[in-house]
Structures are given as C-alpha cells and as structure tokens.
C-alpha cells in the first residue's frame, strides 16, 4: 500500500503578477493609531496590503498605515515596475480562506488548505500524482511565482506545469514542466518531448523507442543540481518569454 504523499507546501501562489517581493519580507507595520505588528509581507493589491502574522493573513487598507510604511510599500512597488516585464494578474491566492476557491480544479488529488498554507498531497493507493490547476485564457509569457516548502521525508517532488486543452499534439495538452526535488531541477518540453503524442503513446504501450528519438529526447530537457534544506521555505519564480523558460530559487537562477 501506497503512503500518503505530502508532496508540498505552498504558502502563496502568483501567477503572471508584477512581483512586489521577491523574497520574503518582514517588517514591524504601524497603523494611524500607532499600533504595531509584525508580519510578511504578502502583497499589496487595489489599495489592499496583506500581511501574514501569528499565523493569520490580515488585509489592512493601504491609507490606514503609517506614511513610513506608505513610503516603504510605494517603493518596493516602483522597484517591482521597473524590472518587471510581467504586468497582468491571471491569479494569485495566498490560501487565507478556508479550503480552495472556485478557481481551483482537482484531479485524482486528496489536496487540503488550512491555517494559511496549501498541502499538495498524492492519496493513498492513487495512480497518478495529485494534481490541482488553475484554468485561465490561453497566454504565451508567464511569471509564476510560489513559496514552497517539502514536508517531511515522503516530499520527494514537485511539478508545475504549463497545459493548453486546446492543444491536441501532445497527451493532455502539456506543453513544458519543471520538476523541483531538494537536489535536482529539471526543465522540460513536454509539447515536442516525452508528452508528443507519438512518443508518449509509444511508451505507453511498452514499445522500444529507435535512437534518434532516444537523441531527440536528450534535447528536451535541462537538469541542474540544487541543495534546497528541507523544511524551509524558499521561493520560486519561473519565467516563459517566447519559447525560452527560465527558474530562479531564492533570487538565483538555476
């Protein structure tokens, strides 16, 4: 019998934002009335400034903090402006309310929310890797920013991967994926790799792959070793610009 994977932890989730922080952030706020907490900073959105205390996310007005703060949260923004080419919010969810929004589909999956944080987790005896998406119009540049943490010694991995369903040449419309284990990353090509329907129905079905596709797949792929301590949290940013990706962990490329 299959354990329970806890795959992941993620505490916030961004996709296609202008990045406000790109590190975690904590920072004593002060209100009109000179009162203090400190928390994380999670994001300010339409006058709205999240931040994440005592275990609870707090939506505080943006008027209602001191002009220091004001101040401090104007600049990390411009900063953000400046050198962000990625403008449109798609989504983003910091998981403060009480289990998944409508948003959120699910898939062979026994995935949870609480206290804050985003449990990835692959049930017992399942044949698949849980899997949770977010549907959106179809786009071409994408950020996609997580906080994420492995949990214990079954959080061997974690997938994000970018699908079009409208897509028929490759098994469920996967187009690229990148793989993150506490040693490794990898970056691939689903779209004219492994998921290529020729390919993947060949394998499927036992069949013997020839040399060249054997070449050809070499070519779809880029790993790159990593130490990542467990049970921490670090952050990840992957970035699509025409058909080249990108993936930073804690503000290095990898």
Known sequence: ???????????????????????????????????????????????????????????????????????????????GEEKS????????????????????KHYKSASEVKDGVFYGITAPDSDHQAVD??????KQDMEVA?????????AKRFNLKFDDNQYKGSHAGHICR????PTMVMLSDGK??????????????????????????????AKASVELEEDKWHDLLIQTKGDVMTVSIDGKKV
């Not at 129905?201 to 013997?208: E, H, L, N, S, W």
């Open 178 to 181: 990148v793989v993150v284990s």
């Open 1 to 79: 019998m299959k354990k329970t994977m806890r795959v992941i932890l993620i505490a916030l989730f961004t996709l296609l934002s202008l990045q406000l922080v790109e590190a975690r952030e904590f920072r004593d706020f002060t209100n009109l009335e000179g009162k203090k907490i400190h928390g994380e900073l999670l994001g300010l959105s339409e006058g709205v400034v999240r931040i994440r205390a005592k275990g609870k996310v707090f939506e505080v007005p943006f008027d209602q903090l001191s002009e220091a703060d004001q101040t401090w949260l104007n600049e990390r923004k411009q900063a």
């Open 146 to 154: 997580v906080k994420f943490r492995f949990s214990g010694p079954e």
């Open 192 to 221: 004219t790799g492994n998921f290529k329907n020729e390919i993947f129905d060949k394998k499927k079905a036992g069949g013997k792959l020839d040399e060249e596709t054997k070449k050809l797949l070499e070519s779809k792929s």
């Open 133 to 138: 998406t977010i549907k959106f119009e179809g």
């Open 85 to 104: 080419d990625y403008k449109e919010l798609i989504f983003e969810d910091d998981f403060s309310a009480e289990g998944f929004g409508e948003r959120w």
